[in-house]
């Protein structure tokens, strides 16, 4: 049973939790996409975040986070346009982001 469903705008991020599960999806065009299931719960103050700026264009983008925990990615052109990127949690402080092309931008990791 669902017990509740939050979304995450305006990353179309949609969080589940099933029972004691919680579980993110994310929704590009007609796929949707798990992205974590049962992750860390955030604090209720809005939670930590990282925010990533990747300067110069690459095909693999290396994350020192230093969270904790393997969070949520969200991976934006520097235009702000939200790309598709393959995530890789090296550890629960260390991110990897392959792209397809190489590209500079931004992540946000909540």
Not at 46 to 66: E, V
Not at 72 to 97: K, P, R
Request: aromatic share 8%; hydrophobic share 40%; charged share 15%.
């Amino acid at each position: 049973m669902i017990r509740r469903i939050y979304i995450q705008p305006p990353t179309r991020r949609v969080l589940i939790q099933i029972g004691g599960q919680r579980c993110v999806v994310s929704v590009v065009r007609d796929r949707v996409r798990v992205v974590r299931i049962g992750f860390q719960q955030q604090s209720s103050g809005g939670g930590t975040a990282y925010n990533h700026t990747q300067s110069s264009a690459a095909t693999t983008w290396t994350i020192n986070h230093n969270l904790g925990y393997k969070p949520v990615v969200s991976v934006f052109t520097t235009g702000g346009s939200e790309v598709e990127a393959e995530v890789l949690h090296a550890s629960t402080n260390q991110t990897l982001i392959y792209l397809a092309f190489a590209m500079a931008g931004s992540a946000r990791l909540i």
